[in-house]
Nanobody, 120 residues
């Protein structure tokens, strides 16, 4: 299983970016997905999570109301729409996948990370 994240870049505060994570080697619809971020000197934190069907989403308090996670299982892709970006959103963003099948729940997969930098 490979996850390929893209869409990061440099943006001014108040701007928007859309991150994409394409999965290969698996069927994305049998995985719950998440976006994490890690800033220099800080621990990796969960930003947003989406269920395998897309019917349930959760967000960290710091991004609630500004970020939207959604998925297109037909394209094996999960997205993170980031609006009203703030300098404190600057970090490397990682996509994460975990199978929903009980026998495979211990497996997890990470993308390579994409850098998001928000200038003030």
């Amino acid at each position: 299983v490979q996850l390929q994240a893209s869409g990061g870049g440099l943006v001014q505060a108040g701007g928007s970016l859309r991150l994409s994570c394409v999965a290969s080697g698996t069927i994305l619809s049998i995985h719950e997905m998440g976006w994490y971020r890690q800033a220099p000197g800080k621990q990796r934190e969960l930003v947003a999570h989406i269920s395998s069907t897309g019917g349930s989403t959760n967000y960290s308090d710091s991004v609630k109301g500004r970020f939207i996670i959604f998925r297109d299982n037909a394209k094996n892709t999960v997205y993170l729409q980031m609006n009203s970006l703030k300098p404190e959103d600057s970090a490397v963003y990682f996509c994460h996948a975990r199978p929903i099948l009980p026998i495979a729940r211990s497996n997890e997969y990470w993308g390579q990370g994409t850098q998001v930098t928000v200038s003030s």
